[in-house]
């Protein structure tokens, strides 16, 4: 099979997933009428072959792209945003099969596929050729940070959705569809262990990108990679998240301020992507 088509049914089963995961909230509702139609359990179980079978298959997609273009998929566009939405549905998976979260399972997925729509969106854009990107070094830099990010866009919903049900608890207004969203201590929790995986990750990418650099093997000094914008937004985002770790750990904070560094740390993410380089280029 083609990549495109790899990648156009990789796509429809995420979304087909995140809809399972999306009805689970509705059927379930109090307010929801019974009868004889699948109940939201069974929707439910529905959206995770779904997901289980959406992830092998873009899997195979990325697989392909590699093989049809003799490249890492990191030297495109599409194939960075390919991973990264391959990571997030990973990543949800795998908190799924511990803890049933479909509120943050709707969300997270729909992130997928619009990551996995953008990718596609530039499938035409270069594709880079400089031997580097055969370095194994620069393959685990690129995957640590993209894993990490997706664990961090996986504690971002969970803090926003913890955000909400806060504020409606405080309101007395979990009505309805709010009363199926997660308990918050369980939003709490499944966002801090993200975070707790997230960050070593991020660490070690950085740390070989720095590693990289001051090795010598890079065609730009080390100066041009040190004050490049996006490395400092990089060197921002992990500092951002070690303090809510820390303001956690040892200044004892919780409830919904520490979701709102989750937030906001989501926000700086994201904008790695639109902050200009000179050294993170595909061509």
């Not at 990789?10 to 929801?32: E, I, K, M, N």
């Not at 072959?49 to 195979?60: C, K, R, S």
């Not at 490249?71 to 599409?78: G, K, M, N, V």
């Not at 926003?160 to 207004?173: C, G, H, I």
Request: proline letters at 5%; charged letters at 10%.
């Amino acid at each position: 099979m083609s990549v495109a088509i790899l990648t156009t049914l990789a796509f429809a089963l995420y979304l087909a997933s995140a809809v399972g995961h999306g009805a689970y909230l509705f059927l379930r509702a109090p307010a929801a009428p019974s009868g004889q139609a699948p109940s939201g359990s069974q929707a439910a179980r529905l959206a995770r072959p779904l997901l289980l079978l959406g992830i092998a298959v873009h899997f195979a997609a990325i697989g392909a792209w590699c093989v049809t273009t003799h490249r890492s998929p990191f030297a495109s566009e599409y194939g960075t945003l390919s991973v990264f939405a391959w990571t997030i549905a990973l990543a949800f998976a795998a908190v799924d099969f511990r803890v049933r979260l479909p509120a943050v399972g709707a969300v997270a997925l729909l992130v997928a596929c619009l990551a996995l729509a953008w990718g596609v969106a530039h499938a035409r854009a270069p594709i880079a050729a400089t031997p580097l990107l055969k370095n194994g070094l620069v393959t685990l830099h690129v995957m640590a940070i993209l894993v990490s990010f997706a664990l961090f866009a996986l504690a971002f919903g969970c803090a926003a959705f913890y955000v909400l049900q806060n504020r409606l608890l405080k309101a007395r207004k979990v009505t309805g569809l709010f009363r199926r969203l997660p308990p918050l201590e369980t939003l709490d929790s499944v966002a801090y262990h993200s975070v707790a995986y997230a960050l070593p990750l991020l660490t070690i990418g950085l740390a070989v990108g720095m590693a990289l650099v001051f090795g010598g093997g890079l065609a730009r000094p080390a100066g041009a990679w040190l004050t490049d914008p996006h490395n400092l937004a990089a060197i921002v985002t992990w500092f951002l998240y070690l303090f809510y770790l820390l303001a956690r750990l040892v200044t004892g904070w919780r409830g919904v301020r520490l979701q709102y560094i989750l937030i906001v740390g989501l926000v700086v993410t994201l904008a790695l992507y639109f902050v200009p380089s000179s050294t993170h280029q595909f061509s």
